[in-house]
């Protein structure tokens, strides 16, 4: 049930300045005026390429009946009620939670966060809770579950704004989940958008905390800081990577909730992993809790998936009360998320990889993965992300360099950016290889692709990174229709490859 009234809706912001009757009916919530329809309210919301205010007219003409601005007017029509707060975005997140009913206070809701990992995490926590019998949504930066269905993430937001944030809580609220699962980035938790702000989390999940987004955050520490607000909003309890240098910051911002450790090296904590064994299409562990040992199979490939395992379980113990023993006969059943280390299979006499790794600390984990299961060569090709962290470029291309073989460099998202300019940034972390020789700036991705498909000999390795299950690469002009999978696969074809 929506609160529709205006009037209802205030009651959850400190508005400073209301013009209007304030009680207009509201049929939606919205902040871009080209998706405004009759009984909109419109949130005037300041953003990087322009300012929202430009287009409240444009949002009235379209039938919006009420304005939530920051700026002076100079014209307030007499039809339209006015609400004046300090800050759209942030007074959008509250309004949102009111107007849908505050759903996540009807569900059990886990938040996950860190650097890599989060959607493989979320996508094994909402699979294990489903397979022991109980109703689970999720949101998550590939897809999202209100239903019965995975629906594809239709955004490049891995957190959405807070009106979609709490639409899709509520859908699961009237589907009849009683968990919900929110994969929750540092734009996402940050004070600067509160997307998240008024989601109540049960639980809190950290995988890691490595070099991403500082073009937002300003500083690795303001990075951390956002990210550990998820721990200060989690009620109940919180799950932490000790593996992660960071994890007593995350502690401490727990405060007294319940608090779970996980480890591949610390055997003190409440999980502790050991023994990994990984093969083409799985791995294999031994698993240390309460003072016991379990054994473990998990059929999705990379050793860097033991962590994301362990964090699931503890998830699924904390959130339901469901016994380990339970939750572990139903790993091996769990699938792995699209455009994660996917194995292109086909004719080709060698591997084709595509994976979503774009951070320096997933390259970290995944390269040495692939260098170990390369026969013959390792022909790496990636980008970085145009108007983002540009102190990570060199670092990505310090590590591919140290792993590779052959790379080729290209677009990933250039958006308003030169695309050369970003792969000569990334060139300078690569010294170990020659331009034209074993190094290639291409940044036509389709003909990188091309490229390193030609390039390769029987027994070499391909690995694509960067887009991974994304649906689209972003230009100036907007974003452009992307499936690596099936570029990949339809090259191959051309190629001659069955």
């Not at 450790?261 to 083409?280: P, Q, V």
């Not at 972390?429 to 291409?442: N, S, T, Y």
């Amino acid at each position: 049930m929506k609160n529709n009234r205006l009037s209802e809706l205030l009651t959850s912001i400190n508005a400073i300045k209301c013009t209007g009757s304030n009680n207009k009916e509201i049929t939606s919530l919205i902040y871009d005026s080209r998706e405004v329809s009759k009984g909109s309210l419109f949130f005037a919301l300041k953003g990087i390429h322009t300012d929202g205010h430009k287009y409240i007219n444009k949002a009235i003409d379209s039938g919006a009946v009420a304005v939530i601005h920051s700026d002076d007017l100079n014209v307030y029509d007499p039809k339209i009620d006015y609400v004046k707060v300090e800050d759209c975005r942030k007074a959008m997140s509250p309004l949102s939670s009111a107007y849908y009913d505050f759903p996540s206070g009807k569900l059990k809701v886990i938040g996950v966060t860190g650097t890599d990992g989060k959607s493989s995490t979320v996508s094994m926590i909402h699979q294990l809770l489903e397979l022991c019998g109980k109703r689970a949504g999720f949101i998550s930066t590939v897809n999202y579950k209100t239903g019965d269905r995975i629906a594809k993430n239709p955004i490049r937001q891995s957190t959405p704004e807070a009106p979609t944030i709490h639409r899709l809580l509520a859908e699961m609220v009237n589907n009849g989940k009683e968990y919900a699962i929110v994969e929750s980035t540092s734009h996402g938790l940050s004070s600067k958008t509160s997307r998240l702000r008024d989601v109540q989390f049960n639980g809190a999940v950290l995988t890691n905390v490595t070099h991403e987004h500082l073009e937002f955050h300003g500083t690795l520490e303001q990075y951390r800081n956002d990210k550990a607000n998820l721990f200060r909003q989690a009620e109940d309890f919180a799950i932490v990577n000790y593996d992660d240098e960071n994890h007593t910051l995350f502690e401490e911002a727990a405060g007294g909730i319940r608090k779970l450790s996980y480890s591949t090296l610390d055997k003190e904590c409440n999980l502790y992993a050991h023994h990994g064994i990984a093969d083409s299409k799985g791995i294999d562990f031994a698993l240390d809790y309460n003072k016991k040992e379990y054994s473990i199979r998990l059929n999705i490939p990379g050793l860097v998936n033991i962590e994301n395992i362990m964090a699931a379980l503890a998830a699924v113990r904390e959130i339901s009360g469901i016994a380990l023993e339970q939750i572990i006969n139903e790993i091996p059943r769990l699938t792995s998320v699209k455009g994660r280390m996917a194995h292109i299979s086909g004719s080709q006499p060698f591997d084709v990889y595509v994976d979503y790794a774009h951070t320096p600390g997933s390259y970290k984990k995944v390269f040495p993965l692939f260098r170990k299961a390369a026969k013959k060569r390792l022909i790496t090709l990636f980008g970085s992300a145009g108007e983002r962290d540009i102190e990570k470029r060199a670092v990505q291309g310090e590590i591919a360099d140290s792993f590779s073989d052959i790379i080729i460099l290209t677009d990933e998202d250039p958006r308003l950016e030169d695309s050369m300019s970003i792969l000569l940034d990334i060139k300078k972390g690569i010294i170990g290889k020659k331009e034209d020789k074993d190094l290639f700036l291409i940044s036509d991705r389709k003909k990188a692709i091309k490229k390193a498909l030609e390039l390769a000999e029987p027994g070499d390795m391909i690995i694509t990174l960067g887009k991974g299950h994304e649906s689209s690469i972003e230009y100036a002009d907007g974003h452009h229709p992307w499936d690596e999978i099936s570029i990949v696969e339809s090259i191959l074809k051309e190629m001659n490859y069955r």
